[in-house]
């Protein structure tokens, strides 16, 4: 498989102020794959559902616990029980209490699981999930590295624009300066100086605005790749040709179809779970309590102690038909899952041919831009000459400039298209690395 992107190394350069970078676009990718905060937040929600499948494992290792409980009694609990018992009339009761005013207890308990169907079930459902977030990381490298991508070409091409622009200013300014040394002598007239100037000012005006545009996108870059605001960069710079920055086609990865594939089998196991229900769970129990009782006044003190082991079993024997409700929602789900998973893969099989269609219509739209662009540069330069012969006038001149400009923008266009094409079909197959 050949690279993704084509590109050059990147190299560190120093200056007075804050140190510059030449960057290219594999570089970018590389910075974003480690400092972009998207990426990094989705492989935090990887690493804490892991240690959620950990704690959830705990449940299945024993469990001690401890209570301590203090008692004064303040009036003492009592029992009605038959007078008879203790030699008195029979048919008649007497309240007798039990227990002292304190009491300490303190119990110590063991309970370890045996069997609970539902626990095992729990822990592969939080697996599957483990699995969907691990692919909603990938979906968020992808769609974050295809941003990162978009605005590297973006700002190519409006270096490439104001590399344009900046030539034409020289033109025009060598045409000026030969125009005013003209009306000087009085050999044109100053509205002939004039619209050359009017001319020169609306480039003044695009490269401004392009330079803002620039400002802005390189902002964004940086906050994409974790550059500092203050940081100068300098992007390498990426010919207007076509060049394939494409992986092999035949190497095809649809994360959609990953994600939508975890989630049948979280249906699945959704489906086993209620079933487990059904089962009752069993539990080893071990207990030990020490109760202390005092009765100062007739100088009690006695300590009692007990203890126990057994099993407990718990088995829900009717539940109000809830499982078997939710039994339906899961099963009408599950056919939910299977029409979108045929519905995703008509899809993205359209998607992924629409965008090799149009690969192929922009490289021949930026074949068209360039062989145009040749031939607005010829019709520029014969119009120059003849208008320095003076058998043209200006308004030919700058008409011939305007439509090289236009020419040019066409060029820069059809580039943006190209590479934004090539990054819609990378973006489809999961090629974006």
Same mark, same amino acid.
């Given at each position: 498989? +050949?690279? $993704?992107?084509?590109?050059?190394?990147?190299?560190?350069?120093?200056?007075? &102020?804050?140190?510059?970078?030449?960057?290219?676009?594999? /570089?970018?990718?590389?910075?974003?794959?480690?400092?972009?905060? #998207?990426?990094?937040?989705? !492989?935090?929600?990887?690493?804490?559902?892991?240690?959620?499948?950990? #704690?959830?494992?705990?449940? !299945?290792?024993?469990?001690?616990?401890?209570?301590?409980?203090?008692?004064?009694?303040?009036?003492?609990? &009592?029992?009605?029980?038959?007078?008879?018992?203790?030699?008195?009339?029979?048919?008649?009761?007497? /309240?007798?209490?039990?227990?002292?005013?304190?009491?300490? #207890?303190?119990?110590?308990?063991?309970?370890?699981?045996?069997?609970?169907?539902?626990?095992?079930?729990?822990? @592969?459902?939080?697996?599957? *999930?483990?699995?969907?977030?691990?692919?909603?990381?990938?979906?968020?490298?992808?769609?974050?590295?295809?941003?990162?991508?978009?605005?590297?070409?973006?700002?190519?091409?409006?270096?490439?624009?104001?590399?344009?622009?900046?030539? @034409?200013?020289?033109?025009?300014?060598?045409?000026?300066?030969?125009?005013?040394?003209?009306?000087?002598?009085?050999?044109?007239?100053?509205?002939? $100086?004039?619209?050359?100037?009017?001319?020169?000012? @609306? #480039?003044?005006?695009?490269?401004?605005?392009?330079?803002?545009?620039?400002?802005?996108?390189?902002?964004?870059?940086?906050?994409?790749?974790?550059?500092?605001?203050?940081?100068?960069?300098?992007?390498?710079?990426?010919?207007?040709?076509?060049?394939?920055?494409?992986?092999?086609?035949?190497?095809?990865?649809?994360?959609?179809?990953?994600?939508?594939?975890?989630?049948?089998?979280?249906?699945?196991?959704? +489906?086993? &779970?209620?079933?487990?229900?059904?089962?009752?769970?069993?539990?080893?129990?071990?207990?030990?309590?020490?109760?202390?009782? /005092?009765?100062?006044?007739?100088?009690?003190?006695?300590?009692?102690?007990?203890?126990?082991? %057994?099993? !407990?079993?718990?088995?829900?024997?009717?539940?109000?038909?809830?499982?078997?409700?939710?039994?339906?929602?899961?099963?009408?789900?599950?056919?939910?899952?299977?029409?979108?998973?045929?519905?995703?893969?008509?899809?993205?099989?359209?998607?992924?041919?629409?965008?090799?269609?149009?690969?192929?219509?922009? $490289?021949?739209?930026?074949?068209?831009?360039?062989?145009?662009?040749?031939?607005?540069?010829?019709?520029?330069? *014969?119009?120059?000459?003849?208008?320095?012969? %003076?058998?043209?006038?200006?308004?030919?001149? $700058?008409?011939?400039?305007?439509?090289? *400009?236009?020419?040019? /923008?066409?060029?820069?266009?059809?580039?943006?298209?190209?590479?934004?094409?090539?990054?819609?079909?990378?973006?489809?197959?999961?090629?974006?690395?």
């Amino acid at each position: 498989m +050949r690279k $993704v992107f084509l590109g050059v190394l990147m190299v560190l350069g120093a200056g007075s &102020g804050a140190s510059a970078q030449i960057l290219d676009l594999e /570089t970018c990718l590389r910075m974003a794959d480690t400092a972009n905060l #998207s990426i990094v937040n989705s !492989r935090l929600d990887v690493a804490a559902n892991k240690s959620q499948i950990s #704690s959830y494992l705990a449940a !299945r290792l024993p469990k001690v616990t401890f209570t301590g409980d203090y008692k004064y009694n303040a009036i003492i609990p &009592g029992q009605l029980i038959p007078a008879a018992m203790f030699g008195g009339t029979p048919g008649t009761y007497t /309240t007798v209490a039990f227990g002292v005013p304190f009491n300490l #207890s303190n119990t110590v308990q063991l309970q370890q699981v045996l069997y609970n169907p539902q626990l095992n079930s729990g822990i @592969n459902t939080l697996k599957i *999930q483990q699995q969907l977030i691990e692919i909603q990381e990938k979906v968020t490298a992808r769609d974050s590295k295809t941003e990162v991508a978009n605005v590297f070409f973006n700002l190519q091409a409006i270096n490439k624009q104001i590399a344009f622009v900046d030539s @034409n200013l020289i033109n025009i300014e060598k045409l000026i300066h030969n125009m005013e040394a003209m009306e000087k002598q009085q050999m044109v007239i100053k509205t002939e $100086v004039d619209k050359l100037r009017i001319n020169r000012l @609306n #480039s003044v005006n695009q490269k401004q605005t392009l330079q803002a545009n620039k400002e802005q996108l390189e902002m964004m870059l940086k906050i994409l790749i974790g550059i500092p605001e203050e940081q100068t960069i300098t992007l390498a710079s990426d010919d207007l040709v076509e060049k394939s920055i494409l992986v092999d086609g035949a190497t095809i990865n649809y994360p959609e179809l990953e994600l939508i594939s975890a989630q049948v089998r979280m249906n699945d196991e959704e +489906r086993k &779970g209620t079933n487990m229900a059904y089962l009752p769970s069993l539990s080893f129990v071990a207990a030990y309590n020490y109760t202390y009782n /005092t009765k100062p006044s007739d100088n009690v003190r006695a300590g009692i102690e007990s203890a126990f082991l %057994g099993l !407990r079993l718990d088995w829900t024997l009717f539940d109000g038909l809830e499982k078997h409700h939710k039994q339906k929602v899961t099963k009408i789900n599950h056919m939910k899952l299977e029409n979108q998973e045929a519905l995703l893969k008509q899809q993205l099989h359209m998607q992924t041919e629409n965008a090799k269609k149009q690969i192929e219509i922009q $490289v021949n739209s930026l074949g068209i831009a360039q062989e145009q662009l040749k031939l607005a540069e010829n019709v520029y330069r *014969q119009t120059e000459l003849q208008y320095n012969e %003076g058998t043209v006038d200006s308004n030919d001149l $700058v008409n011939s400039s305007n439509s090289l *400009q236009q020419a040019q /923008t066409n060029v820069v266009l059809a580039y943006v298209k190209l590479r934004q094409a090539e990054l819609e079909y990378l973006k489809n197959i999961g090629g974006i690395k």
